[in-house]
């Protein structure tokens, strides 16, 4: 009797791998991830991974666009989900930080430096990311400076990078060091910074109850 897993097609085959191979690399870090360890993973042979993706980048590259349709699907989910620009800013903020205690391999799989340096493809795919993500957090930004939530002379490509930072900034420090707070509740002593950095008329902080 043939198992259930032959019968997958191969999109669900390639998702399986997907995700096998960045559960592997929340454990073991990217460069530690073997197709041999992916193929165990999933239950099939290591020759079923090459014919699925031809080399273990492309295995890579997949699983970066995985995450960049879940991402953008979360974030569109929250931002749309916001009373004004502000409020869909503060949204994304903490959805992005929830989506990453989900997935805590995401830091290791971006800033993975020898990945980064050895697929041109990878690396022009997570600079796409980053432009879409700025350019998206850039044009709430400016119609919150267009309903004067924020400051008038507010440079919205300016706030919108440091806006990303923030963000890329909680993720390496949680990569390299040990913190005793979750990713949400850091955001929570930092966001209400930004608040104030761009001059917003909502300086009271963010409650504790605000849920990713």
């Known amino acids: 009797m043939a198992e259930p897993r032959q019968r997958l097609s191969a999109e669900e085959r390639q998702e399986e791998i997907i995700r096998a191979a960045l559960d592997l690399a929340g ?53 749309g989900q916001g009373r004004d ?39 022009d795919l997570i600079r796409s990311i980053l432009v879409d993500y700025e350019n998206k957090v850039s044009g709430l930004i400016a119609q919150a400076r267009a309903q004067a939530l924020v400051r008038a002379d ?10 990303t930072g923030m963000i890329q900034g909680l993720l390496v420090r949680g990569s390299v060091i040990e913190v005793e707070k979750s990713l949400v509740a850091e955001g929570r002593s930092i966001f209400p910074i930004f608040l104030l950095g761009i001059g917003s ?12």
């Open 85 to 123: 620009p502000l409020d869909a800013l503060e949204k994304m903020f903490f959805a992005h930080l929830g989506f990453v205690e989900k997935v805590p391999a995401i830091p290791k799989l971006i800033f993975t430096s020898p990945l980064l340096k050895n697929n041109a493809n990878i690396r």
């Open 27 to 79: 454990k073991q870090g990217v460069d530690g991830v073997t197709t041999q360890d992916m193929a165990k993973a999933v239950g099939v042979t290591q020759g079923a991974i090459f014919r699925h993706f031809p080399s273990k980048d492309m295995v890579w590259l997949g699983v970066v666009r995985w995450v960049r349709g879940r991402l953008m699907s979360v974030l569109d989910i929250a931002a």
């Open 201 to 212: 008329v909502r300086r009271e902080g963010i409650p504790e109850e605000t849920q990713p």
């Open 154 to 163: 507010l440079d919205e490509r300016a706030a919108a990078v440091m806006f």
